[in-house]
């Protein structure tokens, strides 16, 4: 293993929380992946839901990913989409979107669980200014392995000889794997970049064992085989390295500064195309942070 991350928890309100694993300190991005968290798992008494209020982004897509419950998609290209366990959402901001994530308004009445991941995938170069668009993918249409106690549901790119019907920007991976105790499972050195984040339960790797909310990064040019010492739920994702280092600010990644600048004057002169059936705007951050580098050479390896 090349580097080791504990997920950062944050408290939204209402008992909801989320682990961030990427960007880290340790590592900024894994292949395109540039943005992880794990949403929950929470559960809502009636009344109660998730409220993701209209923001934008530029240049790269976002997935999202549920375990367990419900969401209502909507975005400025007048798309809305529930979004259901095991179901892929691929949203392509390109030059500029804005999204909504909210419980429905039937779900919010019922309550219930929510558990899943929000990451985004940062685009290539000749890719970041491209129309956006939005692509939902039932969880049949996904290619599912099932056996000696592995199942694994591959959500975007190549993994074990399969390919998602996702369209993808660069060559990648991305699976949801679920591991009964005692179960083995190898993850291929077909990919330059590999990780792998722990949703739930234990895993052992060479007699080492990690838990949840941990992503492990994996050195290049070698197979990783792990067995689940408990019942385990996890992600397994990286690609090819991007073309040079990207910039995050809030909702926007760029391999150009400038470019980050025009995006955030669009989004505070409401230039950024409206989301039908809204009326709310995240307003832009006064202090949001730093710019930062994000995969520069070397790529953030700790």
């Not at 008494?45 to 997935?63: E, K, N, Y």
């Not at 993808?168 to 990919?191: C, G, I, K, N, Q």
């Not at 991007?242 to 230039?271: C, H, Q, T």
Request: glycine share 10%; net charge negative; charged share 25%.
């Amino acid at each position: 293993m090349e580097t080791l991350i504990v997920a950062r928890t944050r408290d939204l309100g209402d008992g909801f929380e989320v682990r961030r694993a990427l960007p880290s300190a340790r590592r900024r991005m894994v292949g395109p992946f540039i943005f992880f968290d794990q949403m929950g798992p929470a559960v809502f008494r009636s009344g109660q839901g998730l409220d993701v209020r209209p923001h934008p982004h530029i240049g790269l897509a976002t997935v999202s990913y549920l375990f367990e419950g419900e969401l209502l998609h909507r975005d400025s290209l007048g798309m809305v989409q529930p979004i259901r366990a095991g179901d892929v959402n691929w949203m392509t901001a390109g030059r500029g979107i804005a999204h909504s994530e909210r419980t429905a308004p039937e779900a919010r009445a019922a309550g219930g669980r929510l558990f899943g991941i929000q990451a985004w995938v940062a685009l290539p170069k000749q890719y970041e200014e491209t129309e956006p668009a939005f692509a939902h993918h039932a969880v049949d249409a996904l290619p599912f392995l099932e056996g000696d106690g592995v199942r694994m549901r591959l959500i975007a790119g190549s993994l074990h000889g399969r390919r998602s019907p996702v369209r993808t920007f660069s060559e990648m991976f991305y699976a949801d794997v679920a591991l009964e105790a005692d179960a083995r499972l190898v993850l291929p050195a077909e990919h330059e970049e590999r990780a792998l984040y722990l949703a739930d339960g234990a895993v052992e790797i060479d007699g080492t064992a990690f838990g949840s909310g941990e992503l492990l990064v994996f050195r290049p040019g070698c197979e990783i085989t792990l067995r689940a010492s408990a019942l385990a739920r996890m992600l397994f994702l990286g690609g090819e390295p991007m073309d040079g280092p990207r910039y995050i600010f809030w909702n926007f990644v760029s391999s150009s500064r400038d470019r980050l600048e025009e995006a955030k004057a669009d989004w505070k002169a409401d230039r950024f195309a409206r989301i039908p059936q809204e009326t709310e705007l995240v307003p832009l951050p006064e202090e949001p942070g730093p710019v930062l580098p994000v995969g520069l050479p070397g790529r953030g390896r700790g």
